[in-house]
Each structure stands twice: as C-alpha cells, then as structure tokens.
C-alpha cells in the first residue's frame, strides 16, 4: 500500500518561506512509476480539505490552484521518492495542515491520508 510522510511544517511570520516534504513509498519496485503523480493538500481550520498543487512523475508538469499560484512551487526528487512544496510570501490564510495524496483523489473517499504537517503564519 502506497503511503506519504509530510515533514517540514513549523510557525512562519507572514511574507517568509517554508518547504515541506512528502516521502512517498509502497511501491514494489521501489521508485516512483510514471504514472503515480503526487498532489499537495490543504486543510484549514473550519474548511474542507483542498487540493493546492500536483505534479506529474512522468514530466514534472505541474498545477496550482488560484491561491497558491505564483507563490507556491512544487517539485519531485524521484531517486529519493519524495515531492516538496516551497512556499513563498506566505499569508495568515495559508495556515493549514497540509497533506499529499494521488492527485485528483475525492478527499471524502480516499482514506489513506498521512499524518500531515501544520503550517501555520503568523506573527
């Protein structure tokens, strides 16, 4: 079974900058397949969990939502099985646990969510 370990979340004034990792691993060969692409989501307090970012094993293709777009930079390290998430000009309302899962899993229906890591700005 497929499995993420976010790390790097911690307390950051607004405007400053964080990078937050998701170990990926289960897979029986070992690496990452092409075709497993992995997205960042987020939980805020009282919100639903939202899809912020993915990106593609295969050709490091990316998306990002609205809110994070031009801020927020995703990227893959296939050798170590691992996507980061550097964030950049943080807000207070980007305070939030965030996740890694497949991208484009309904949140509601995927029930194998990682611990995840608590961002939280603030000054």
């Not at 079974?1 to 911690?10: A, I, L, P």
């Not at 690496?31 to 009282?46: E, L, S």
């Amino acid at each position: 079974q497929v499995q993420h370990v976010e790390s790097g979340g911690g307390l950051v004034q607004p405007g400053g900058s964080l990078r937050i990792s998701c170990a990926v691993s289960g897979f029986a060969s070992g690496v990452t397949p092409d075709y497993y692409h992995t997205g960042w989501f987020r939980q805020a307090p009282g919100k639903a969990r939202e899809q912020i970012s993915c990106i593609s094993s295969k050709d490091g293709s990316a998306y990002y939502s609205d809110s994070v777009k031009d801020r927020f930079t995703i990227s893959r390290d296939n050798a170590k099985n691992t996507v980061y998430l550097q964030m950049n000009s943080l807000k207070p309302e980007d305070t939030a646990v965030y996740y890694c899962a497949p991208c484009g899993v309904k949140v509601d229906a995927y029930h194998s969510w990682g611990q995840g890591t608590q961002v939280t700005v603030s000054s």
